[in-house]
């Protein structure tokens, strides 16, 4: 048994794999690679499935590859998509490799001087230099057309009437041709992928068989899906980023929190590197009270440490706690103003110009006509919910509805209003 087969085996991540790769692996330090599609200047959570391979495979001491599509991404993979996708220019593409570049260095060693360091690769630099007909002549005539038309990628589209164009036909030639070459030049003798890939794979295994006259492996993992069958990764939002100025750390964690717990048992073991007797203590823990939600903690927690910051978690948690009354007043200030903002999305929302606000007397008035009756009715139903003790203005409790106006303003110009138990007003002043 090899190490690594064994580690994504247990961790649910092993699909289907090329016979005899077990024995290549322990003969000692391999390389593999795997494909990124440029397509937008950040990898999702999607993407992590296949990052976390490359992770588990450098830690059992081999060497990862992680290749970006530069020419691949100006046709775009048709596999098991419905229509061709719109493409891309090179300065667009060329953004989008740096920028990916950078994510997978959280989860990479890229360092110098190490035997089995992560190389980051853009098939672009060799695809380029081939013309058409050196591309038709060198490497088309290794690969029959009933060979390409016989991918259930190919077949699928044809089938469900859309067709399919030659550049995406091509697809395949390319990413095997990728293969060949990191093969020859890299000494890379594996590919890794999704389960959607293995027929682009095994097209590239066929190519170094035919052309270079060596063996080459494959090995996919599953594709990732929600246990109510929709799909995973996405939100009502759309999809869910690693960059965080398309999706916050804040709704980053909050997606990983809100899994189901049929869901979390899965993806605690894929999306973070927990060993298996911390996995299965906390799934016992989960079992006795699952109302605690230990398993989704943990995985919120882990992820968005790896992918973001422990900053960064700490300020989701802190977050979070605020709307199930946790927190404090310094909690609540701490928030920077998008995070601020998205935790109290979709409650209603009062402004105030700051001549009016500095002219109130009293909190009382604060309430009152110039609030709009979006808060409260009337000042009576203010004044009432206030001596009773319902009423809190940035996390402190209201007693005096006569008290002079005095709160320290959120971000400089918000106040977070909050009547009862679950019924929260954001006041800004402009």
């Excluded at 990916?100 to 890229?110: G, H």
């Excluded at 599953?222 to 965080?244: H, Y």
């Excluded at 977070?416 to 954001?426: C, E, S, T």
Aim: charged letters at 25%; glycine letters at 10%; one cysteine or more.
């Amino acid at each position: 048994m090899n190490p690594f087969i064994e580690e994504l085996r247990w961790r649910g991540m092993l699909q289907d794999m090329t016979p005899e790769i077990e024995e290549h692996l322990n003969k000692g330090m391999a390389s593999a690679y795997l494909g990124f599609d440029p397509t937008a200047d950040s990898l999702h959570i999607g993407h992590l499935v296949g990052v976390m391979t490359l992770l588990h495979f450098q830690r059992a001491g081999h060497k990862p590859f992680a290749l970006v599509g530069g020419a691949t991404g100006m046709i775009g993979d048709p596999s098991f998509k419905s229509a061709e996708r719109n493409l891309l220019d090179k300065a667009t593409l060329d953004h989008n490799v740096a920028s990916i570049q950078n994510q997978l260095a959280k989860f990479l060693d890229f360092g110098q001087g190490t035997e089995n360091k992560a190389e980051l690769v853009n098939n672009y630099d060799w695809m380029a230099q081939f013309s058409f007909l050196e591309f038709i002549r060198d490497v088309g005539k290794h690969i029959t057309v009933n060979y390409m038309m016989a991918k259930d990628s190919v077949k699928r589209r044809l089938e469900d009437g859309n067709g399919l164009s030659f550049t995406e036909f091509s697809y395949q030639l390319i990413q095997g041709y990728d293969f060949f070459h990191l093969w020859k030049n890299n000494n890379c003798s594996i590919q890794l992928g999704g389960s959607d890939q293995w027929g682009n794979i095994v097209t590239g295994t066929e190519l170094i068989r035919r052309m270079g006259g060596g063996s080459a492996y494959a090995l996919t993992v599953p594709l990732i899906t929600k246990a109510d069958g929709t799909k995973f990764g996405k939100t009502e939002g759309g999809s869910v980023w690693l960059d965080p100025e398309k999706t916050s750390p804040y709704a980053f964690y909050q997606f990983w929190l809100n899994v189901s717990d049929e869901d979390a048992s899965k993806y605690i073991r894929i999306f973070t590197t927990l060993d298996r007797e911390t996995i299965e203590n906390l799934e016992k823990e989960h079992a006795e009270a699952p109302h605690q939600r230990a398993l989704q903690k943990e995985i919120a927690k882990q992820v968005t440490i790896m992918v973001h910051s422990a900053e960064d978690y700490e300020m989701a948690v802190k977050a979070s706690d605020i709307l199930f009354g946790k927190s404090s007043t310094e909690d609540l200030a701490s928030l920077d103003e998008r995070t601020f903002l998205q935790v109290f999305d979709g409650v209603p929302q009062v402004k105030i110009s700051a001549a009016d606000y500095q002219a109130l007397e009293n909190t009382l008035d604060l309430f009152g006509e110039i609030s709009q009756g979006v808060i409260f009715g009337s000042k009576g139903e203010a004044r009432k919910m206030i001596q009773g003790g319902g009423v809190s203005v940035n996390k402190e409790k209201l007693g005096d509805p006569n008290a002079p106006v005095s709160f320290a303003l959120l971000q400089g110009k918000y106040l977070l209003v909050q009547k009862g138990k679950k019924n929260y007003f954001i006041v800004e002043i402009i």
